[in-house]
């Protein structure tokens, strides 16, 4: 397992962008899929978004499409999501996952580490 640190959320109007950085510890984060989930109030967690070990694939949930994306820098050890055209429904205490994933990037049991979370607030 990887220890996750989430950082880069905050408060932002409709419209507006904010990337989430997520440091992984460890030497062996270039193996692990890496994902973002989210949870609003209220709600189940969702998933957001993932990227595989090598960064060739990359999946979204069809709510971020073509507003956000996912890279990786493996010499950084870190997880990127921009997140822009942000709407009021974006607003949830995203977290970074890290998984040895091959099938369902968008499970919450593939993803054996996770982040603390950090809060996204979008305001209308």
């Known amino acids: 397992q990887v220890q996750l640190v989430e950082s880069g959320g905050g408060s932002v109007q409709a419209g507006g962008s904010l990337r989430l950085s997520c440091v992984a510890s460890g030497r062996t984060f270039s193996i692990y899929t890496m994902a973002w989930f989210r949870q609003a109030p209220g709600k189940e967690r969702e998933f957001v978004a993932a990227?595989?070990?090598?960064?060739?694939?990359?999946t979204f949930a069809d709510s971020v499409k073509g507003r956000f994306t996912i890279s990786r820098d493996s010499a950084k050890n870190t997880a990127y999501l921009q997140m822009n055209s942000l709407k009021p429904e974006d607003t949830a205490v995203y977290f970074c996952?890290?998984?040895?994933?091959?099938?369902?990037?968008?499970?919450?049991?593939?993803?054996?580490?996770w982040g603390q979370g950090t809060q996204v607030t979008v305001s209308s």
């Open positions: 996952a890290a998984g040895l994933v091959r099938y369902d990037f968008g499970a919450e049991a593939s993803y054996t580490s």
């Open positions: 990227i595989s070990w090598r960064g060739a694939t990359t």
